[in-house]
């Protein structure tokens, strides 16, 4: 499980540090491994990762920030659509297309 760490209510880090130094002064190693009842204690608290449903073909996920509650963390989104791409002609395809045009106006100057 993912943990974010609170302070006056706003989110401060995310992910849990390997080694970490407690409220009392003290460093821990293993501090991703604390029991959840002194990780709360701390000031962390469970996140859950809130991804609604998008098409990843048209779509894409924007985070959109934290909502704190006494008992979690909710990850928030936002769903945007995706920029059209547009192509880049190659090289050749620019080519033909001068070609064609310098043929054109050659009919029109005759």
């Given at each position: 499980?993912?943990?974010?760490?609170v302070e006056n209510g706003q989110v401060v880090q995310v992910g849990l540090p390997a080694t970490g130094t407690l409220q009392d002064g003290s460093t821990?190693?293993?501090y991703n491994f604390l029991p959840e009842s002194v990780l709360i204690a701390?000031?962390?608290?469970?996140?859950?990762?809130?991804?609604?449903?998008?098409?990843?073909?048209t779509e894409y996920l924007e985070h959109a920030g934290y909502t704190v509650g006494e008992t979690e963390?909710?990850?928030?989104?936002?769903v945007r659509q995706?920029?059209?791409v547009?192509?880049?002609?190659t090289m050749e395809e620019r080519l033909e297309s001068a070609e064609a045009a310098?043929?054109?106006l050659m009919e029109v100057l005759d």
């Open positions: 499980m993912n943990y974010a760490k821990v190693s293993g701390e000031g962390w608290l469970p996140l859950v990762d809130n991804r609604p449903e998008y098409n990843p073909e963390v909710t990850v928030n989104y936002n995706q920029e059209p547009i192509p880049i002609p310098i043929l054109a």
